[in-house]
């Protein structure tokens, strides 16, 4: 039965650091597993785009816990996905094989952008923005009012993302050798653009050329930089449109998370610019792993209208 954040009563609190208590972070490129009792991980592929959601998800599940050597049974275990089943029959059927696939007794299931949130803020008030292969950004008010902005994928939404920068990256190099765009340092990548069209993996793979634009931006390529400038200033109006659902009156916190952000000032430093008084740029406490492990371990406050529980029945 899948309840909206009603932690476990049954089975009383867990202990932190519990034998048996489980946090799963998944992304577009990877899913990863943490055991808490001692710090074990493992990793299993990503969300694929047009795929089986449940199937795969509960594949990559599988193969996190094989590598992670957890053959133990788990008492509880929190999910934050990157492609959450918005049909309910599919969600249940989601947490279902999740707690048969680990044992578990108790699944808390939400979507990235929560547990994002929940690692990089303490007290669980302010502006989160996640940003990987695709971009969200979670805002919630002192009276636990959220607004979610983008996430929308990468053929919708995602502004700013590793993908929109890739995919720039990549069409910047496709004209430049038709000589149709600016000559650009990026077009000495070896890349044959048709093999993209067949891969089942093609929004990771498309992704994963962003870090080459912004090594090229970093080097002074006007082109590349021009795609990152486009990147931040998505980013930054994501962020300012979050900003702008919270009641006025105090400094929001906003935090920055996700493998972008792995460039550090070279996206950090000129989003600071594009944000209003309101925003203070704080540097996250933790990962969306640790945002996991803080729900998987206690209490779903001020996150309970995000959470899903779902019980085994005794």
Same mark, same amino acid.
């Given at each position: 039965?899948?309840?909206?954040?009603?932690?476990?009563?049954?089975?009383?609190?867990?202990?932190?650091?519990?034998?048996?208590?489980?946090?799963?972070?998944?992304?577009?490129?990877?899913?990863?597993?943490?055991?808490?009792?001692?710090?074990?991980?493992?990793?299993?592929?990503?969300?694929?785009?047009?795929?089986?959601?449940?199937?795969?998800?509960?594949?990559?599940?599988?193969?996190?816990?094989?590598?992670?050597?957890?053959?133990?049974?788990?008492?509880?275990?929190?999910?934050?996905?990157?492609?959450?089943?918005?049909?309910?029959?599919? *969600?249940? /059927? %989601? !947490? &279902? =094989?999740?707690?048969? #696939?680990?044992? +578990?007794?108790?699944?808390? $299931? @939400?979507?990235?952008?929560?547990?994002?949130? *929940?690692? /990089? %803020? !303490? &007290? =669980?008030?302010?502006? #989160?923005?996640? +940003?990987?292969?695709?971009? $969200? @950004?979670?805002?919630?008010?002192?009276?636990?009012?959220?607004?979610?902005? &983008? =996430?929308?994928?990468?053929?919708?939404?995602?502004?700013?993302?590793?993908?929109?920068?890739?995919?720039?990256?990549?069409?910047?190099?496709?004209?430049?050798?038709?000589?149709?765009?600016?000559?650009?340092?990026?077009?000495?990548?070896?890349?044959?653009?048709?093999?993209?069209?067949?891969?089942?993996?093609?929004?990771?793979?498309?992704?994963?050329?962003?870090?080459?634009?912004?090594?090229?931006?970093?080097?002074?390529?006007?082109?590349?930089?021009?795609?990152?400038?486009?990147?931040?200033?998505?980013?930054?109006?994501?962020?300012?449109?979050?900003?702008?659902?919270?009641?006025?009156?105090?400094?929001?916190?906003?935090?920055?998370?996700?493998?972008?952000?792995?460039?550090?000032?070279?996206?950090?430093?000129?989003?600071?610019?594009?944000?209003?008084?309101?925003?203070?740029?704080?540097?996250?406490?933790?990962?969306?792993?640790?945002?996991?492990?803080?729900?998987?371990?206690?209490?779903?406050?001020?996150?309970?209208?995000?959470?899903?529980?779902?019980?085994?029945?005794?």
């Amino acid at each position: 039965m899948l309840q909206r954040g009603m932690p476990s009563t049954s089975r009383g609190s867990v202990a932190d650091n519990g034998p048996a208590t489980v946090a799963i972070d998944g992304g577009q490129s990877s899913l990863r597993l943490r055991v808490l009792a001692d710090g074990r991980t493992g990793e299993g592929p990503g969300f694929v785009h047009g795929g089986d959601t449940v199937q795969d998800t509960l594949a990559a599940v599988r193969q996190a816990a094989t590598d992670a050597r957890l053959d133990e049974p788990v008492d509880v275990v929190a999910l934050g996905l990157c492609g959450l089943p918005n049909d309910v029959v599919q *969600a249940e /059927a %989601l !947490a &279902d =094989g999740v707690a048969e #696939v680990l044992g +578990a007794t108790e699944v808390r $299931v @939400c979507e990235d952008m929560v547990t994002a949130h *929940a690692g /990089a %803020l !303490a &007290d =669980g008030y302010g502006v #989160v923005v996640a +940003a990987g292969t695709g971009v $969200v @950004c979670l805002a919630i008010d002192r009276d636990r009012s959220w607004h979610k902005v &983008d =996430g929308h994928g990468y053929l919708f939404g995602d502004a700013g993302s590793a993908f929109a920068i890739g995919r720039a990256g990549l069409v910047a190099v496709l004209r430049a050798r038709d000589g149709r765009g600016p000559a650009t340092a990026l077009a000495t990548a070896h890349l044959d653009p048709w093999t993209y069209y067949s891969s089942p993996t093609v929004v990771d793979d498309v992704a994963r050329f962003a870090p080459t634009v912004l090594g090229h931006a970093a080097d002074g390529d006007a082109v590349a930089g021009g795609i990152v400038d486009q990147a931040v200033a998505d980013l930054g109006e994501t962020i300012r449109t979050a900003v702008a659902t919270m009641r006025p009156g105090e400094e929001i916190p906003v935090a920055c998370v996700g493998g972008l952000f792995d460039a550090g000032d070279q996206l950090l430093e000129p989003l600071a610019r594009q944000l209003d008084d309101r925003a203070a740029l704080t540097k996250p406490l933790g990962t969306p792993l640790d945002g996991a492990a803080r729900l998987a371990r206690g209490t779903l406050q001020p996150y309970d209208d995000l959470v899903t529980v779902h019980r085994r029945p005794e």
